[in-house]
């Protein structure tokens, strides 16, 4: 990560660039576990949808909502930039002390068992 120009939003085309890799393996699925809330560079968001959009059946993409934090602005963002991508929803708990996200639910889907994940 030091390495990278900037963290944040993380760089869609080098994003764009790993998952081809992967796509040429192929994969029975992958998951991204980043939130896609904000444009970057148009170029490589560009390139990232395609991508996303031509591997709809294997690559699912973490979706979250405004009750995890997300402004008007991100959410709609998020809505436009993943409209037509596979998306799995991200379970977010926070804390009730101070509304802070410290753990995350994992579900398991075979036997419906949550487990907390620190």
């Given at each position: 990560?030091?390495?990278?120009?900037?963290?944040?939003?993380?760089?869609?085309?080098?994003?764009?660039?790993?998952?081809?890799?992967?796509?040429?393996?192929?994969?029975?699925?992958?998951?991204?576990?980043?939130?896609?809330?904000?444009?970057?560079?148009?170029?490589?968001?560009?390139?990232?949808?395609?991508?996303?959009?031509a591997n709809q059946d294997k690559v699912f993409?973490?979706?979250?909502?405004?009750?995890?934090?997300?402004?008007?602005?991100?959410?709609?963002?998020?809505?436009?930039?993943?409209?037509?991508?596979?998306?799995?929803?991200?379970?977010?708990?926070?804390?009730?002390?101070?509304g802070i996200v410290r753990h995350f639910l994992?579900?398991?889907?075979?036997?419906?068992?949550?487990?907390?994940?620190?």
């Open positions: 990560m030091a390495n990278l120009p900037y963290r944040s939003p993380f760089d869609r085309g080098l994003l764009a660039d790993i998952l081809k890799k992967i796509h040429a393996s192929n994969p029975r699925a992958v998951g991204i576990d980043l939130i896609l809330d904000q444009p970057s560079e148009k170029e490589k968001d560009d390139r990232l949808i395609a991508l996303l959009e993409v973490v979706y979250v909502d405004q009750e995890d934090g997300l402004s008007k602005a991100q959410f709609d963002f998020e809505n436009k930039f993943l409209k037509n991508v596979s998306k799995a929803i991200a379970v977010l708990p926070k804390d009730p002390n101070d994992v579900v398991n889907q075979t036997t419906a068992k949550i487990t907390p994940c620190q």
